[in-house]
Nanobody, 111 residues
Framework: QVQLVESGGGLVQPGGSLRLSCVAS????????MKWYRQAPGKQREFVAL???????NYADSVKGRFTISRDNAKNTVYLQMKSLKPEDTAVYYC?????WGQGTQVTVSS
């Protein structure tokens, strides 16, 4: 069993930054890819970013150049650094590993 706990969400103005964290427990964290997804109100959950076990990132086109995914295997933690945030980035952000999902953290971008 894997537990994933996200944190770091909040309310931020357009153009601002936030860093999300996701702490994993219950498995060999470093062996697996980690992903971030998001779900805006009334929309389907969508892929945001992933990082392989080797540390290679991949991003959705909508966040490329603004978001950075990273991982700290010593802390069993994956991060999502978000900058130049836009109102359309407003969503609940989830981290996931294999079939396991966290509970999500709300990000709201609004003036």
């Amino acid at each position: 069993q894997v537990q994933l706990v996200e944190s770091g969400g909040g309310l931020v103005q357009p153009g601002g930054s936030l860093r999300l964290s996701c702490v994993a427990s219950g498995s060999v964290f470093s062996a697996y890819a980690m992903k971030w997804y998001r779900q805006a109100p009334g929309k389907q959950r969508e892929f945001v970013a992933l990082i392989t076990s080797g540390g290679s990132p991949n991003y959705a086109d909508s966040v490329k150049g603004r978001f950075t995914i990273s991982r700290d295997n010593a802390k069993n933690t994956v991060y999502l650094q978000m900058k130049s945030l836009k109102p359309e980035d407003t969503a609940v952000y989830y981290c996931t590993s294999r079939e396991f999902w966290g509970q999500g953290t709300q990000v709201t971008v609004s003036s």
